[in-house]
């Protein structure tokens, strides 16, 4: 290779690291740290030897070496950015060892710099190397024992064996999901053996007896860890925490599974974005280029190409034959982030070689040649623009589910907290759910905790030996945090049920709902207790959009007391929206309003007179008004002396 085509090489993997190194710190810590990540940090504050004793003594569902690394980072701060950042560094660094794979598998730069192309841009890549979590280092590793177990096989130096032995060792100790990658090469170094049984024979003889202890000793270590992660992989089934609502579900997994790879999100998700047709186009895409180095490179590279089928496909089934069996998702796509890099250099090699045939198309028809003229500054000009051209195209493809990662968020905890500090008053009482989100709120809540109590439902029944309903119907200020998590303790939606009986909801963040306890006197109406015409077709139970004008929703109220009543709607709109009050046949007039996010908007304060009153709200546009459009869930009547108490 010339001086020049090694330059532009260099350039080209440059500009895809400083690419992609941009996407992972772009607004690291914009975004609050959810769940996951925060339980990440505190285990950290356990200390090295007690997290390596959680996962050894069944403690934990996950593997110890990513809190440990990250224990070092928090030394530094707890903010967003210095706790997301080694999952930052991991991400950089597999760019450049996909590019190494690309380029040791089929011996040529083209394929490494389109795969670490195709990662620098992958959606799924740049989310978790922007999340304080495992992922981002176990694909780091699991690619570093794939890339040291090929170069092993054809090389047989004693540091690879030691690389690949430490490498397979620490992507144990990062995520259980290692053991497919430990399978696989089982399975491929089974295969190599078979195939060419003499020369393997002689090549170990060669090797010497201190390196085959040092082997030996690296797959004894190998085999005694390996144990253990199947003891825990075994104790989490059969507990049922290896159980995930977020996971994927056997009938469409693979076509999940495969949506993520390629763009980040989920069919249905992906089916939204761009459409179903033009999603579906677009995966099929993925996948024929895939199918296309798969099959094309099955004579000259059958090694590698076998490789690459047990790599995306060995830990694929398996995951849908154990998720079938169960009838339950046991899997969520992040386990599998592992796979991308062998299926992305699967698509960068069938770029590649349709990039080659189209070639040689061209010089045939117009030259009447059989085969390309290799003449090596047009090979080198012609390898770089294949590689732009990919680039312009990956990009376009990349850029709405990029944009869609950025925009989107898991959960909001430090606005819940801001939220809560702003508006609680000294003796509120501050319920979360589930009790685990609990160490969310107090990870950014900067209240004093000494005047206000932050517990939630578990920790009051076990430590005080009170129910929630005892003191909600004793205290006045009560706040009641709702996470999205709350779908695994609240399965039969009794707790929410009852929340929505007693409280309304007083703010709504990203995977949080905050409800503060109902005045006396108040009355909520929801979506699911209303009747409605006009709509395309009827709401679900949690919420209503009006689009035209006319669609309306009606409802009844019982009023105690003849006095004035304040009713508020708790919407948001896109632009505008504008709608009609109605109360008892009677006009109140239009009241327009604009609501950029759920908030409550005031309707007017009307006198009541005691019993049976029919609310109706209608919908206007045209003329004055424009277009308009409401989205709303409930509507709250309140005596207008009663304040909310926010």
């Not at 006319?550 to 504008?578: E, L």
């Amino acid at each position: 290779m010339k001086v020049n085509q090694i330059s532009s090489k260099y350039i080209l993997l440059s500009l895809i690291v400083i690419l992609g190194s941009t996407l992972r710190i772009y607004d690291l810590n914009h975004k609050s740290l959810w769940l996951d990540e925060i339980i990440a940090v505190n285990t950290t504050q356990l200390g090295m030897m007690n997290i390596f004793s959680f996962f050894w003594d069944f403690q934990s569902r996950s593997a110890p070496l990513y809190f440990m690394i990250l224990h070092f980072f928090v030394l530094f701060g707890r903010d967003e950015f210095i706790v997301r950042l080694p999952s930052v560094i991991f991400g950089i660094l597999s760019i450049l060892l996909i590019y190494k794979v690309g380029e040791l598998f089929f011996r040529r730069p083209r394929e490494g710099l389109i795969g670490a192309f195709l990662l620098s841009i992958s959606t799924m890549n740049v989310q978790l190397s922007q999340e304080a979590t495992m992922y981002s280092l176990f694909m780091f590793l699991s690619l570093l024992s794939f890339f040291l177990f090929y170069k092993v096989i054809k090389e047989n130096h004693q540091k690879l064996w030691i690389g690949f032995i430490l490498a397979t060792i620490l992507g144990l100790f990062s995520h259980y999901y290692m053991l497919f990658v430990l399978f696989i090469e089982m399975l491929f170094f089974a295969f190599i053996m078979l195939k060419n049984r003499s020369s393997f024979i002689i090549s170990v003889r060669k090797v010497g007896k201190k390196k085959i202890f040092l082997l030996v000793s690296g797959l004894m270590t190998i085999s005694i860890i390996l144990i253990r992660l199947l003891q825990n992989a075994l104790y989490i089934i059969k507990t049922g925490l290896a159980w995930s609502p977020w996971g994927l579900k056997p009938t469409s997994l693979f076509e999940d599974l495969f949506n993520y790879f390629s763009f980040g999100f989920s069919s249905p998700f992906i089916s939204n974005l761009y459409g179903s047709y033009v999603g579906a186009s677009l995966l099929y895409v993925f996948l024929l280029f895939f199918l296309v180095g798969i099959f094309t490179s099955i004579r000259e590279h059958r090694e590698q190409t076998i490789l690459l089928l047990l790599w995306v496909f060995l830990p694929t089934i398996t995951v849908f034959i154990l998720t079938f069996n169960v009838s339950s998702p046991i899997a969520a796509a992040k386990y599998m982030i592992f796979i991308i890099p062998g299926y992305l250099v699967g698509v960068s090699r069938g770029i590649s070689q349709m990039a080659n045939s189209l070639l040689k198309c061209y010089y045939k028809f117009n030259y009447g040649l059989s085969s390309i003229p290799m003449l090596e500054r047009r090979q080198a000009r012609v390898s770089l623009a294949i590689t732009m051209v990919t680039m312009v195209a990956f990009t376009v493809v990349s850029v709405a589910p990029l944009q869609k990662y950025y925009k989107s968020e898991n959960e909001n905890w430090r606005a819940a907290a801001r939220y809560l500090e702003t508006n609680s008053t000294p003796g509120d009482i501050i319920f979360v759910e589930p009790h685990y989100c609990l160490q969310c709120v107090l990870y950014y809540y900067n209240a004093d905790l000494e005047k206000t109590l932050v517990i939630s439902r578990y920790l009051l029944t076990r430590f005080f030996n009170l129910s929630v309903e005892d003191v909600v119907s004793n205290y006045e200020r009560i706040w009641f945090i709702y996470s999205s998590h709350a779908k695994l303790t609240d399965q039969e939606e009794k707790i929410e049920d009852w929340v929505l009986s007693n409280f309304f909801e007083a703010k709504r963040f990203p995977g949080i709902s905050i409800f503060f306890k109902l005045p006396k006197g108040t009355i909520v109406a929801r979506t699911k207790d209303m009747r409605f015409s006009g709509l395309d077709s009827p709401p679900n139970e949690t919420k209503a959009e009006f689009w035209h004008n006319d669609d309306s929703a009606s409802f009844n109220v019982s009023i105690v007391n003849n006095t004035n009543h304040t009713i508020m709607i708790h919407a948001k709109s896109i632009t505008k929206s504008a709608l009609e009050l109605v109360i008892d046949d009677s006009s109140k007039g239009i009241m327009t309003f604009a609501a950029d996010d759920w908030s409550y908007t005031e309707l007017g304060t009307f006198y009541f007179d005691s019993g049976s009153h029919e609310i109706k709200l209608v919908n206007r546009e045209g003329g004055n008004l424009g277009d308009t459009y409401v989205v709303f869930d409930q509507v709250i009547i309140r005596p207008s002396t009663l304040s909310l108490g926010l």
